[in-house]
């Protein structure tokens, strides 16, 4: 099984700075694909950033510029890095991992732009 923790959510003002950590632990062998998506109260799921292991990464549009999403290997985890936040981009975010065949998701971490 794999666990996926994740942390950094909170509070933060328009304009301000967040950042996101998930770590994989459990019978990892090689992560394909580290990835973060969100949902906003009454709007689906959506993708907000992925990196695979040769450092592609992906954005959606309404984060370009202002997010950027790494990863350590070495630790299994991977971070967004959310500067300029709006009050938009309130919703929980669930870290999402791929190995193999297999997807795994995080409990979710909120994180709430507001003045």
């Known amino acids: 099984q794999v666990q996926l923790v994740e942390s950094g959510g909170g509070l933060v003002q328009p304009g301000g700075s967040l950042r996101l950590s998930c770590a994989a632990s459990?019978?990892?062998?090689?992560?394909?694909?580290m990835g973060w998506y969100r949902q906003a109260p009454g709007k689906e799921r959506e993708l907000v950033a992925f990196i695979l292991s040769g450092a592609y990464t992906n954005y959606a549009d309404s984060v370009k510029g202002r997010f950027t999403i790494s990863r350590d290997n070495a630790k299994n985890t991977v971070y967004l890095q959310m500067n300029s936040l709006k009050p938009e981009d309130t919703a929980v975010y669930y870290c999402n991992v791929r190995i193999g065949h297999n997807v795994y998701w995080g409990q979710g971490t909120q994180v709430t732009v507001s003045s």
């Open positions: 459990g019978s990892i062998f090689s992560i394909s694909r």
